[in-house]
């Protein structure tokens, strides 16, 4: 890796807790590849720090940050601008700090890395029916993506109230049969009206340790012809993915999401783009 300098420029990862994080190997391992005087750290918050910690970017000198849970939303009232699609979604996970106003701005790459990775995998989008199951933080960035791309997205959540919250949200930006919010139990009727969907867990169901939960309903298969996309990638094949390749179904971790969000943010804070493939052997190699 490079040798920190006064001169190396710092970004680093804003949550709580993040030591267990992968994206400094991604990072690091990036910028070493360029030959970019960068070093990308660790930067525990406490929630009640946040404020400060953001403040702190600038007055530290740091080129920016990413920001993971629980401070998405949070950062917003620190920031001094944001981009059009953190204005939609409500929620930041890159900041950038102008080196010569000082001013942060804010981005939002989870919705735009999703993307990228449905690309990378061959997966079409548009007129494709899309079932987003969970309505948290990350579920409101995937179904913007998935509007975004064309698809007709339904939210589905143990809480509907939730699902309707992000429809609602977001429904003023796009036309109105291509956001909907159901209960989840109305899965199995939801996913037979379409010949191939693509189904994206959200939620934190199949991640270790709980390795044997998932979203997907044990009684009902898997569309043979659909799609299984779960953020989780840890384990690198879940419960959920599992489900859906016993049918012949495509089935997608959420490794490439984070590693697509994170080469857009090391764009944003450099100007250069950095080495995907790079990028990916670090990951792997963090696993």
């Known amino acids: 890796m490079n040798q920190i ?14 030591s267990h994080s992968k994206s400094p190997a991604m990072h690091n391992t990036a910028a ?25 970017l600038a007055a530290l000198g740091l080129r920016g940050a990413n920001v993971t849970v629980p401070h998405k939303q949070a950062v917003l009232p620190c920031l001094d601008e944001v981009d059009t699609a953190v204005e939609h979604i409500g929620a930041v996970n890159t900041i950038v700090v102008d080196p010569h106003t000082q001013r942060l ?18 997966v079409a989008v548009a007129g494709r029916g899309c ?33 309707r919250e992000i429809a609602h949200a977001l429904g003023p930006h796009f036309p109105q049969e291509h956001l909907s919010y159901h209960d989840l139990r109305e899965l199995p ?18 991640m ?9 309903p044990a009684e009902v298969l898997f569309p043979a012809q659909g799609v299984a996309y779960d953020l989780v990638y840890n384990p690198a094949e879940t419960h959920f993915m599992r489900q859906a390749q016993a049918v012949g ?18 764009a944003l804070w450099t100007g250069q783009e950095p080495n995907t493939a790079v990028m990916r052997r670090a990951l792997l190699q963090e696993s």
Do not use: C
Request: hydrophobic share 45%; net charge neutral.
């Open 105 to 122: 701005r804010g981005y939002n790459t989870d919705w735009s890395g999703f993307l990228a990775d449905l690309a990378a995998h061959h």
């Open 131 to 163: 079932f987003v199951l969970g309505a948290g933080g990350s579920a409101r960035a995937i179904a913007y993506a998935l509007a975004t791309a064309g698809g007709r997205v339904h939210i589905l959540a143990r809480r509907p109230a939730q699902a």
């Open 249 to 266: 179904a495509q089935a997608i971790n959420g490794l490439g999401m984070l590693l697509h969000q994170g080469a857009q943010a090391f």
């Open 32 to 56: 070493f590849e360029l030959g970019i005087d960068l070093v990308y750290v660790p930067l525990p918050v406490p929630p009640t720090h946040v404020p400060t910690a953001v403040a702190g």
């Open 189 to 206: 009727q939801l996913v037979p009206q379409w010949p191939a969907p693509l189904v994206i867990n959200t939620t934190p169901l199949g």
């Open 5 to 18: 300098s006064g001169k190396t420029i710092v970004v680093g990862l804003m949550g709580w807790p993040v």
């Open 208 to 216: 270790t340790p709980h390795t044997d939960t998932s979203v997907w």
